[in-house]
């Protein structure tokens, strides 16, 4: 799909059916998704931050449903953004008929982006933000929001302050849903990527003081691309110039750790541009590199 490009999918609206839905799980959840659809109704028309991640997704299918063609899933194409994530973004779009826009957004010129200190997600959703502002009122739409949940607000996510600058909206927060409970809707409604591990951005694998690039994001994705051709499924690949510190999934570190597949991991890395490979024996572990800023930094949270 073109950059640019705005397609609606539908041929009949792309409505799921209520039935379809239906939460399963407990009166408490069922009550959460009656507050997130009377939220998405009173708002009438929304443009959706849409990255193809179970937020984001379970909430722009949600809004689709909700609101018809009043809704419109904004995808932003970046160096950023993992090819093998922009097409699984747009194949879950097609798979509803959802109307989707891909916009090409430009974060990695901006030099207080690139030189990726604790503020790098703020300049990034600054960035995202800003132009979806500027199309917003072209395209006849009166809000927008994005897919934080009500965990996200426990993590350091700076990108919530520039949400709050742009009056970005989080309804799946102010509905109480969890990641979890998020997980447990998107089963329920039939949506194969409710258990698709989370996928932030290419540069949250960059360790905070090293400039990010294109080049650099080029060997962090090539990379964990080459481990998932090895058939590992939760991992990143953090880059710490020449060395790739490579996080698997605790439930996936015992196939890791035979000399042959240890043979393989450093083979793949080295061919993306690595020089040095370690195998982090902690396992993956979301925002890891967090732990390396200042506690007074941390407790700022996303403020």
């Known amino acids: ?21 239906a939460p399963t799980e407990g009166s408490d959840l069922q009550a959460k998704l009656g507050v997130l659809e009377s939220r998405l109704r009173q708002l009438g028309s929304l443009m959706v931050a849409y990255s193809g991640g179970v ?23 970046s160096p950023s953004l993992a090819r093998r994530d922009m097409e699984q973004a747009v194949a879950f779009a097609q798979s509803l008929g959802m109307p989707l826009h891909v916009m090409a957004t430009e974060e990695l010129d901006r030099p207080e982006y690139q030189r990726n200190d604790a503020n790098r997600c703020f300049h ?29 607000t426990r993590d350091y996510r700076p990108g919530q302050r520039a949400a709050e600058q742009h009056a970005v909206l989080a309804p799946l ?29 290419l ?7 090293r400039t990010v690039t294109r080049e650099v994001l080029e060997q962090v994705e090539k990379g964990e691309e080459s481990l998932r051709q090895l058939g590992f499924r939760e991992l990143r690949v953090r880059h710490h110039g020449e060395l790739a510190r490579v996080e698997i999934a605790r439930a996936e570190l015992p196939r890791a750790l035979s000399m042959e597949m240890l043979d393989q991991i450093s083979a793949a890395l080295k ?7 370690t195998l982090d024996c902690s396992g993956f572990r979301s925002g890891s590199m967090n732990a390396l800023l200042p506690v007074d930094v941390l407790a700022r949270r996303g403020a």
């Open 271 to 277: 061919h993306a541009g690595f020089q040095y490979i």
């Open 1 to 21: 799909m073109a950059v640019g490009e705005t397609v609606n999918l539908s041929g009949t609206g792309g409505k799921e059916s209520e039935q379809a839905i």
């Open 124 to 152: 990034c959703k600054d960035e995202l933000f800003t132009s979806m502002e500027a199309l917003r009122p072209a395209l006849g739409f009166t809000h927008i929001a994005y897919g934080m949940n009500a965990d996200d």
């Open 203 to 209: 540069s949250s694998r960059v360790e905070y003081g």
């Open 55 to 77: 937020d984001s997704a379970y909430l722009a299918a949600t809004a689709h449903r909700v609101l018809g063609g009043k809704m419109l899933a904004v995808l932003a194409d």
């Open 173 to 201: 927060a102010e509905a109480g849903l969890t990641k979890q409970e998020v997980r447990a809707l998107s089963k329920a409604a039939g949506y194969t990527l409710w258990d698709r591990p989370a996928a932030p951005c």
